[in-house]
């Protein structure tokens, strides 16, 4: 009797030292529950004494405890997720970013000539339509408005109000001429937010406040950005640094920036929410808006990544959330020419901002350094520990949401499966039922049916994004190795090999000009950080070309393309229109442009 208690003691304290040890939590769990089995039955047998089945409770109290704790602890500790990552495949610079950028550790970003950190230590590091449619773009237009009346009936959104909220928000991504943080960026986003939304049939799963609040967090989320990022704002001290103690500091300036301009009446879009719907998407914005701070990527993909796996539901904003982060960085996984193009405005941004630092006597940001920059080395880094990783979370929490509903709807044939009902965006409360029916009523009185559950295949979505970011990764692999022999070879032979990468993207650069653009008449070969900014800003996409490129075999792949070409055609350095120009003038016009900047 005793003897027996004992031996459950016994087992229950060597495995909570395994445990402490560092032992598996799902082996615990199970002889946990064999443990307290066990003193069931000794209960039941009246084959147990008091004090031992005191002593016996407690220990299992205790692992109990240990366990829960371990698992908050790895919850909140990102370092397990990175403590794989072999050291050796990731340049160190690229470390130092994927450190500064993904995680929490702010800005420190020492040297070390000679000592090579294991990547463990920097791990803390890795721990690394639509709303403002063109259509609204000049008040002009609103002349030749074609909406059908029962939409403008239904529409809650004041229609002036969205024109002057529209262009106030255009003036505010304009602010600081930013190559990759401005008005196109935030139209790419929105279009992509709405592009998941509708191909993975999250839509269904989502309410029309909550729909609406993703479209508008995704147009506001990057509103006045200043070019620079976070840590260069605490490095410098910068006033919005001060106002938000450090914390977001860029992502709590667009979203308050972006309310306060709805404070004033004309541009308030808000106006006809009630008081719960109002507050409601306010606090799914705020949510959503924050989590584009990267450096809570490891956390929000690990957080995300528990919930998965347990039997409850997942939480709306937090897969709000997770559609506005993979949208955010999205451009790896549509194609070759558009993801090289933000690639290179990226950079141009980054390189920019090393110029300040550099200016300011400051040390350079990682991958700020417009000489030394392995631009296509940190790209696969960025893609292998970012990008996909982010975009697995992505269709894998879309499969657990969307999956019951496909088959529930099929055996229901509700209306999300196709039948037609009333709806339209913005028309009903949130009080309205969670599930949206899909489709589209036409001034005819006819419906649409695309957009329901029935043609909603997730698979297939899966296997174009990661068939795009494999492919876009090969690329950046073939240009790497130059990039390696630059880095490698003697000072003289460095020149050499520099002007091979320059040529090669030389080459990259007028293939994609000569694929885009058909104004393309061969300029003379600019400096290195030329080349990169007459590929970012500089090459027209005509019309005809966008409609070539266009006939992607794909028709998801080819819609994401579709609407992010035709809000290309405006220069993304100040977000004018812009139109087929020579090659030669635009050279000329950044040429000016880096002069200016410098
Ligand atoms: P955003 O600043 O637009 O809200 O968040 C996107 C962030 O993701 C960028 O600031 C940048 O840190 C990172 N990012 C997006 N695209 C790329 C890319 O192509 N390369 C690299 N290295 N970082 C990227
Ligand atoms: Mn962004």
Redesign the pocket.
């Known amino acids: 009797m005793g003897a027996r208690a004992t031996e459950t003691t016994r087992e229950l304290e060597s495995t909570s030292i395994k445990y402490q040890i560092g032992g598996h939590a799902e082996k615990m769990w199970q002889r946990l529950k064999g443990i307290l089995r066990c003193l069931v039955k000794q209960l039941e047998k009246g084959d147990i004494n008091v004090v031992d089945l005191k002593k016996n409770i407690e220990y299992a109290a205790s692992v109990l405890e240990a366990v829960y704790i371990d698992e908050t602890r790895k919850l909140l500790d990102t370092e397990d997720e990175l403590s794989d990552i072999q050291s050796d495949s990731v340049p160190l610079e690229v470390r130092d970013?994927l450190a500064s950028?993904f995680t929490r550790e702010m800005g420190i970003v020492k040297r070390r000539p000679e000592e090579k950190p294991k990547f463990r230590s920097i791990v803390h590091a890795v721990q690394a339509g639509i709303f403002v449619e063109r259509m609204y773009r000049r008040t002009s237009s609103m002349v030749g408005l074609a909406y059908p009346a029962e939409v403008i009936v239904t529409f809650k959104i004041p229609v002036p109000n969205l024109i002057s909220f529209a262009e106030a928000l255009e003036v505010g991504y304009s602010k600081y001429k930013n190559p990759?943080?401005n008005l196109i960026?935030a139209a790419d986003?929105t279009q992509t937010v709405h592009y998941i939304m509708i191909h993975t049939g999250i839509m269904h799963w989502l309410t029309e406040l909550e729909i609406l609040a993703m479209i508008f967090a995704a147009a506001v989320?990057?509103y006045e950005?200043t070019g620079t990022?976070n840590n260069f704002h605490i490095q410098t001290r910068s006033d919005v640094a001060i106002l938000y103690n450090d914390r977001s500091v860029?992502?709590n300036h667009h979203v308050s920036a972006a309310y306060r301009l709805m404070q004033e009446e004309e541009m308030n879009i808000l106006a006809n929410l009630t008081k719960d719907d109002w507050r409601e998407l306010r606090s799914l914005v705020i949510e959503m808006v924050l989590s584009?701070d990267?450096s809570g990527h490891f956390q929000q993909i690990k957080t995300m990544r528990h919930t998965l796996q347990q039997t409850e539901g997942v939480d709306k904003a937090k897969a709000m959330s997770l559609i506005l982060h993979a949208a955010?960085?999205s451009?790896?996984a549509k194609s070759w020419e558009l993801?090289y193009r933000?690639?290179m405005a990226?950079?141009e941004e980054f390189f920019r901002q090393g110029d300040k630092e550099a200016a300011l006597g400051l040390q350079f940001s990682p991958?700020c350094d417009r000489k030394s920059t392995l631009v296509a080395q940190?790209?696969i880094?960025?893609i292998d520990f970012?990008v996909e990783p982010t975009f697995s979370l992505l269709t894998d929490s879309m499969e657990k949401i969307v999956m019951p509903l496909i088959e529930e709807a099929s055996k229901s044939e509700s209306p999300a499966f196709g039948t037609p009902s009333q709806n339209s965006l913005g028309a009903v409360s949130n009080a309205e039922a969670q599930r949206r029916p899909s489709f589209k009523s036409t001034s005819d009185g006819g419906t649409h049916t695309e957009n329901s559950l029935a043609t909603v295949n997730l698979t297939s979505f899966k296997d174009n994004l990661m068939k795009i970011i494999q492919a876009n990764k090969e690329r950046w692999k073939e240009l790497a190795v130059e990039e390696e022999l630059v880095k490698n070879v003697g000072e003289q032979e460095k020149d050499q090999s520099r002007n091979s990468t320059d040529a090669q993207l030389q080459e990259e650069t007028t293939r994609i000009q000569n694929e885009s653009s058909q104004g393309s008449d061969g300029t003379t070969c600019p400096p290195r950080s030329i080349v990169l900014q007459v590929v970012s800003f500089d090459t027209p996409l005509s019309d005809e070309s966008n409609s070539e490129k266009c006939t992607n075999s794909d028709p998801n792949q080819k819609d994401l393309t579709d609407a992010q070409q035709e809000t290309q055609n405006t220069d993304p350095q100040n977000g004018e229109p812009k139109h087929c120009k020579k090659s030669e003038d635009s050279v000329k016009a950044t040429e000016k442009e880096a002069l200016i900047q410098n």
């Open positions: 970013w950028t990759y943080h960026h986003v989320h990057d950005h990022t860029l992502e584009t990267m955010d960085i451009h790896p993801h933000w690639t990226l950079m991958l940190s790209q880094g960025f970012i």
